[in-house]
C-alpha cells in the first residue's frame, strides 16, 4: 500500500468531492464538514459514477408521524437509483452486511512534511506551505 | 461482499449490438414543438396553457426521486433538460451502450390525458414531426413512435394513417390510464389501423388519467404509486382479453413498458381459473386467456426486479416466453438499468442475443 498526494485541502471544499485517478482506479474523494473520505467512484449495485450523487442527512422514523434527521451531509444517494451510503464508511444503508464501496484512508499532511517522503507525488504536485490530502491506495 | 461485483458506468465496453426499447426524449426548448403546431394552437397553448392532472404546472402528481425523474449525471453540459441533447445522449447512452436501435417514447405534454380533443391531436401531431427532425433524422438508430390523441380515436386514426409505413416510426404508443379501460370499443378504431398496418402498440407505464393509480385510492408516496404501473398493466391486459380486442384483431402486438413482468404468470393463471368457470359470461372470447397473453404481449424488463433467488427471475421468462422480453434502459431516467448489469443470473450467448437484441429487431421489424 503506497501513500498518494491527491489534492490541496482548499481544492475541495467542504460537502464537494474531486474524483482522482490513482492506479488505474477512479476514486472519489469527499470533505465531509473538513474531514476527507476516499472510495472507488463506482456504486456495488449497477455502477454509476458516485461522484454525481447527492450529498444528504440520514432521516429515520420510530414510528408513522415521527422523524429524526441527523448526519446531514454524511450520506451519499447514488445518482442513478438513490442508493445511500455512509460516506465515512462507504457502508450501504439498505444493505449494510452486504454491501459497500470499497473505501481508502485519506488523510491531510502539511506540505512541508511531505516533500521528505516517502509519499507519492506524482499524482499532484506539493509546496511545503499548503495542507494536502494523501490517500493509501 | 458486493465490492468484488464493483464495476463503473461505461467501463466494460458492451460487446454486441442492443436495442433499447425505451429511450426519452425531450425538447431543449417547448417551442420546438409548438413551432408545428398550426398558429391557432400555439396561442391555445401561450393563453390557457396544457391541461393536467397535477397541483403544479410542470411537476408530476407525485414528487420523483430525482430532478426532471433523471439520472443526477443526465444533464447535458449546455444545462438543458436530460434527454433533450442529441450529440450528449450519443456519448453518454448510444454510443456507450452500443445501441443498434432505441425506441423512442415520449412522455411529454401529455398528449392522451388532454380534455380539449382538437389541441390533443395538434400536439399529437406535433410532437410526431419533431421526432422526426429532431432525433429519427439527424440519428437513424432512434426509431419514433406514432403520438396519438386516444381519446379522439376518430383523430388518432387519422394520426396513424399519417405516419403507417414510414420507416422511422416502429410503433403506435399510448398510455395504461385512459378514461376507460384500454379494451372498450370507444377504442377500436385505434386496434383496427393498427392492425390493419400491422404495426405494433407500445404501452408505457403512467400516465396521469382521471383515476387513482391503485384500486383502493390515491397512493401517498412515490413508493407506493411507482409500482401501480403494473397495476394498471394487468387492468389493460385483462380489459383487452375479456372485451375481445384481441379475438377480433388476431395479429395485434402490445409492448407493456416499464410495467415490470413479474406478475404476469400470476395473472395469466388467475384469468385461465375464472375464464374455466365464467367463459359464459364473455363467450366471445375463445382462447385461454393465457394463450392469448403468450400471443399478443412483449414485456420490456426496467426497471428489473431484483428477487433474491435470480433464478426466480429466469422461470419467470420461461414462463412468459423467452421471445417475449425485450430489454429497455429508462435513459435519461433515474431508474436506469445498465445493460452490462441489468440481470442477476448468467444469460447463455442465445438469451442474451434475444432479450438484448433480436427480440425487438424481429418485433418492430428493425434493419
Redo the contacts between chains.
Sequence with gaps: MARYVVATTGDIPVGTNKVVTVRGR?IAVFNVKGAFYAF???C??????LC???VVGLVRSDEPGTFEYTRQGEILRC????WEFDIRTGQSWVDPE?????NYPASIERGGKLVEGPYKAEVFPVSVEEDYVVLEV | ???T?????G?TPVKDGVVDCDIHPLPARPDDVLAYMPERWQEHHRVYGSHFRAPFRESSPWPR??PAIS???AWPPNGNMPGSDLPFMREQHLDLHNIEFGILQVLGFATGSQRNLDYSAAIASALNQWQLDYWCNPEPRLKGSIVIPTEDPEAAVAEIERWAGHPAFAQIFMTPRLTEPMGRRRYWPIYEAASRHNLPIGIHGGGHGAHATTGGGWPSYYIEEHPTAGQSAQALITSLIVEGVLERWTNLRFVVVEAGFAWVPALGWRLDKHWRRLRSEVPHIERLPSEQMHQHFWFTTQPVDEPERPDDMRRTFDWIGWDRILYASDYPH?????P???FPFRLSPEERAMLFRDNAVSLFGLA
Design positions: 477512479e472507488l467512484n463506482k456495488p449495485h449497477e455502477g454509476a459514477r454525481h450523487g447527492a445518482p442513478w437509483h438513490g452486504n454491501t459497500w464501496v470499497k | 461482499m458486493n465490492e461485483l464493483v464495476r463503473t458506468a467501463a426521486a430525482a439520472r443526477r449525471d433515474w431508474d436506469f438499468d445498465d452490462r448489469y441489468a
